[in-house]
């Protein structure tokens, strides 16, 4: 015959019950212990570079506002930064004025040749004027937007010219294109945060949406990059940025110029060596 169980034993019970409920409740609400781990994806270059040691930045046909030298500017940073992030020799020299360059090809492309003849009342019409020659498109003096840069594309198509220039330099990899960069505005709506109080003095941050005019700056380059063995280009890429400030916000133009760069130098650099993309995992433990 089975007596009463004792109150002590049945204390214990319900207590240990209640304790492991406690336990199993905890553990449910903080649920799994996680933790993050960095993770870096390499991404190979666009470009096979195996055939060379050396990259020339030649220069650029620059355009835009007068308030910074482009081609010079670009030429400068690509060169800093192929320096530390580029296994390629970073070739010092002057930046090409292809602007310049590209007007005196076109003028002599122009020109009809020497006639030799004398006083031959038959001699041939000049080349220009005969039939099925075409006189080449005048290039724009000023280069103040896209449409402008489009005669100066031929430059880039001279493969006598840039093999040239490879067999100056030791047949480097070389990088040329063009660089329009323009100031703009925009009239258009602005969210703001603006503070306000009510009657009992308490604060909040209210947005406003305000019509309001804004300016700034475009930065249009195409990178062109030339094998200096054959002058023949390899591969081109180009790229848009802008930037707007407030109209009361004084930006000078060459820092906008330096803060659109750095949004597309590792756009550049990714043609060239091996980028990295950073990043995190999550993983449960």
Known sequence: MTGPVPRARKSRRVLGATLAAATAAILVACGPTTYEIPIETPIQPKLDLSAFQRVLIAGFVAGGTSDV?????????????????????VIDADALA???????????????????????????????????????????????????????????ANTAYWKQIGEEYQNPLIVT??????????WGFVSRDVEQFDSLGRRRVVPVRTYMERTGFILRPKFIFIDGRTGATMYSESYREEVLYNASQTTPALSSYFELMDRLVPNFLSALSTQKIRGTRVLLK
Request: aromatic share 4%; proline share 8%.
């Open 177 to 186: 294109g063009t660089v329009l960069f323009t100031s703009h505005s925009r």
């Open 69 to 89: 030298d482009t081609n010079q500017e670009t030429v400068r940073l690509l060169r800093s930064q192929l320096r530390s992030k580029s296994s390629l020799r």
């Open 98 to 156: 292809l602007l310049e360059v590209a007007q005196d090809q076109n003028k002599g492309a122009a020109d009809p040749p020497a006639d030799t003849t004398k006083g031959d009342s038959a001699a041939p019409a000049p080349r220009a004027a005969q039939a099925g020659d075409r006189t080449p498109t005048a290039l724009p003096q000023q280069i103040k937007e896209e449409k402008d840069l489009e005669p100066y594309e031929r430059l880039f």
